[in-house]
């Protein structure tokens, strides 16, 4: 596929992303787009779907071929998707993440940072931590310091 419809489909992908609109997303990964292609900001769409809470686009990035564990570098939003959902405490994007294999203790700022637990507990959701409990995140682990 060209570059230039490739940066095309991503624009769009990331467009229908934040938007919530499942189909287009499901339409545009059907027509090539990259479910990995970050945008300007070097944010991934998996990210944006996690942050958002958007359960049905998450599988449907992840299924297409996005890692459950990129970090994200984008201003504003950087971290994992699992961070990012565990963080505003949508469970049903914890499960989805979880579900494709996403890493309960994975730390951001490539492992210096909080985990998903670590947000969970700070959000306070209690149902969200202990959901990443029950998928093997270690409670008693702590972030490093400056963090």
Same mark, same amino acid.
């Given at each position: ?42 944010? &991934? $769409? !998996?990210?944006? #779907?996690?942050?958002? @809470?958007?359960? +049905?686009?998450? %599988?449907? *990035?992840?299924?297409? =071929? /996005? ?12 971290? &994992? $998707? !699992?961070?990012? #959902?565990?963080?505003? @405490?949508?469970? +049903?994007?914890? %499960?989805? *993440?979880?579900?494709? =294999? /996403? ?45």
């Amino acid at each position: 596929m060209k570059r230039r419809q490739q940066k095309k489909l991503s624009r769009h992908l990331f467009e229908a992303t934040v938007t919530a609109d499942a189909s287009r997303v499901k339409a545009l990964l059907r027509a090539g787009a990259d479910p990995e292609r970050e945008d300007s900001d070097a944010t &991934t $769409p !998996l990210y944006l #779907a996690s942050v958002q @809470g958007e359960a +049905e686009i998450t %599988r449907l *990035l992840m299924e297409a =071929g /996005a890692s459950s564990d990129t970090e994200s570098r984008g201003a504003g939003s950087e971290g &994992t $998707p !699992l961070c990012a #959902a565990a963080c505003w @405490g949508h469970r +049903e994007t914890v %499960r989805e *993440l979880l579900a494709h =294999g /996403a890493d309960a203790n994975l730390r951001e700022d490539h492992g210096t940072g909080w985990s998903p637990l670590d947000w969970a507990n700070n959000g306070p959701h209690p149902e969200t931590a202990e959901l990443l409990i029950t998928a093997g995140a270690n409670p008693t682990r702590r972030p490093s310091s400056g963090s």
